[in-house]
């Protein structure tokens, strides 16, 4: 049983260690002998094995005693190398950054999560910055999806290694951040659950940022329970307080523009098989266009997308000097993009997102959106290294459908909901306006079993 600590729910393990039948000590070196025995090595950037120790020994003691901090304590964690750790440096899956200071206290959400008696494993490799959605990182390796059969696919980015270590077994939860769809695709990618919250929910104190106004944060892990455990321990609370939904009279809306462009046949079959299970379950569902979709393409071909903008703006005077020589050359190209985007562009950006947000709003109501997280599977990694126009092009259909979520500010859960391609795991992207999570979250809670074809 200790080597499969790592690939158990957050939900199985807190049983076992709230129960003494796993001790968080024994817990913590199952995972770090896993972690030392998996074959891939570009998962994690760095292991935190004394701090982890010192906690996993310290969760040890009060539950010994009878002081257990929670459903939490003793649970390991992984962190995405964004979030600042104590002593350590945050280098952001650069190499750019490698020499800057360590930081002087954890992010506000590592703390909140350490009060709450978890215990932090490791730091996860990432996309470079977090400007993509693929997870390649020529600096620290890419991460291999580890659901594949045939050749190494990508992870999905930029939380791959987030991503991989939940997938592979080797921690039950991850964290990650979601700026156009960096916890949702490489969720749906690698057959896991990747909660999106609005932005804001959560601190981003001490989160390395990308585009501020977009920059969300969330788990990924095993399920959706998993989920709502986590966030509320990021929000500082000491029990959940989101209650599943019945799925009776639910409203889903099921847009029809954009989303299935170019889609693979294997996605939309396991995501129509999905809506054929909501249907029996007594959920009400509208195809519709959201008008909104459409106005979003053409805002972003004519004044450029928000996060590119905001990225350069972050990353000027490094994309000046020699530092862009030792970056990802994919990033400085896609983050020079940014300079195109005038004042007087940016502000029109961002009075038609507002406008669209309030629209958007009106029209969805208390009702949740389902489509596709990504239109196609994990592709292969080789072809996309090589060959930068193939990057590019896959970059941007992979965030196509996530990015909507950021850019009008909603909340979402990837829930794999079958196989595509290959054999390779498709997410089915439940979503709600802003502000929505604790309706999103309990009608996703009753709803992944449907989801995930466990339903009957």
């Known amino acids: 049983m200790s080597k499969s600590f790592g690939a158990m729910s957050v939900a199985q393990l807190s049983v076992l260690i709230q129960s003494g039948a796993a001790d968080p000590v024994d817990v913590a070196e199952a995972v770090f002998d896993r972690i030392a025995n998996y074959a891939d090595k570009a998962v994690f950037t760095m292991l935190l094995e004394d701090r982890a120790m010192e906690e996993a020994l310290a969760s040890s003691e009060r539950l010994r005693h009878g002081r257990s901090l929670g459903l939490l304590d003793g649970i390991p964690i992984a ?9 350590v440096t945050t ?3 650069s190499r750019v950054l490698a020499g800057d200071a360590p930081a002087e206290r954890d992010a ?13 494993i490791g730091r996860t490799n990432m996309s470079e910055f977090a ?30 290694g987030a991503g991989v270590a939940v997938a592979a077994g080797l921690v039950p939860v991850a964290m990650g951040t979601d700026t156009g769809g960096s916890v949702r695709v490489p969720a749906a990618f690698n057959g896991i659950v990747g909660y999106k919250a609005t932005r804001g929910r959560h601190a981003m104190d001490g989160v390395y940022p990308l585009a501020k106004s977009l ?4 788990p990924l892990c095993r399920t959706v329970k998993d989920a709502v455990w986590i966030d509320a321990a990021m929000r500082g609370l000491t029990a959940p307080e989101v209650a599943e939904r019945p799925l009776q009279g639910l409203e889903l809306l099921v847009p029809e523009n954009i989303v299935f462009d170019g889609a693979e046949p294997g996605v939309v079959a396991a995501f129509e098989a999905a809506l054929e299970r909501f249907q029996r379950a007594g959920v009400r569902m509208s195809r519709i266009t959201i008008p909104a979709f459409d106005e979003i393409i053409r805002l972003l071909t004519k004044y450029g997308p928000l996060v590119t903008a905001q990225a350069y703006a972050l990353h000027q005077e490094r994309l000046s000097g020699p ?3 030792r970056m990802d050359h994919r990033v400085v190209m896609r983050t ?20 669209l947000i309030a629209d958007v709003d009106r029209f969805i109501g208390d009702r949740l959106i389902a489509f596709p997280t990504v239109a196609h599977v994990a592709p292969p990694i080789a072809p ?25 500010d909603w909340c979402g859960v990837s829930i794999p909901c079958g196989m595509g391609e290959a054999g390779m795991p498709v997410g089915l992207l439940l979503s709600a306006t802003a502000r929505r999570d604790e309706a999103l979250l309990g009608a996703a809670l009753a709803a992944e079993s449907v989801i995930r074809g466990d339903f009957t």
């Open 79 to 87: 962190w995405k190398d964004l979030f600042d750790i104590e002593g």
């Open 91 to 93: 280098t952001a899956g």
């Open 108 to 120: 506000a959400v590592v703390a909140l999560l350490k009060n709450a008696g978890m215990i932090a």
């Open 131 to 160: 400007f993509s959605g693929l997870g390649i990182n020529p600096h620290y390796g890419t991460p291999v999806n580890p659901q594949n059969s045939d050749r190494p696919r990508i992870p999905g980015g930029s939380s791959s």
């Open 215 to 218: 920059d969300s944060l969330g």
């Open 323 to 325: 530092e862009a020589d």
């Open 336 to 355: 020079r993009l940014g300079a195109r985007t005038t004042a007087p562009h940016y502000m029109a950006l961002l009075e038609a997102r507002g406008r």
């Open 384 to 408: 996309l290294e090589q060959d930068d126009e193939l990057f590019f092009a896959t970059n941007n259909k992979t965030l196509r459908n996530t990015m909507f979520g950021n850019f009008l």
